[in-house]
């Protein structure tokens, strides 16, 4: 089981920066892939950007450039930081994690969510 609680989102107007915590309940050594997506009304949700199991990060093209995707192991966390924002990053921005366990069933966990509105 991985618990995660998600933090810091907001309003904050186009051009503007904000940065979203991801705190999980046990150390993200043990998580083979760990990152954000995020759902805006009507829409699906879609990833924003992980850490695979490699350990490299893989970005949606629409955040390329504009976000980063970090994480401190000590505090077994993962951050978003936001840059250049845009009316259309207004969404819920979700964590997950994907944890590969001994038998190699995939188990997915999410974070609540948090509420990032952009505001033109």
């Known amino acids: 089981q991985v618990q995660l609680v998600e933090s810091g989102g907001g309003l904050v107007q186009a051009g503007g920066s904000l940065r979203l915590s991801c705190a999980a309940s046990?150390?993200?050594?043990?998580?083979?892939?760990m990152g954000w997506y995020r759902q805006a009304p009507g829409r699906q949700r879609e990833l924003v950007a992980v850490f695979t199991s490699g350990g490299n990060t893989n970005y949606a093209d629409f955040v390329k450039g504009r976000f980063t995707i970090s994480r401190d192991n000590a505090k077994n966390t993962v951050y978003l930081q936001m840059n250049s924002l845009k009316p259309e990053d207004t969404a819920v921005y979700y964590c997950n994690a994907v944890v590969v366990d001994v038998s190699g069933s995939m188990n997915d966990y999410w974070g609540q969510g948090t509420q990032v509105t952009v505001s033109s």
């Open positions: 046990r150390t993200i050594f043990t998580i083979n892939v």
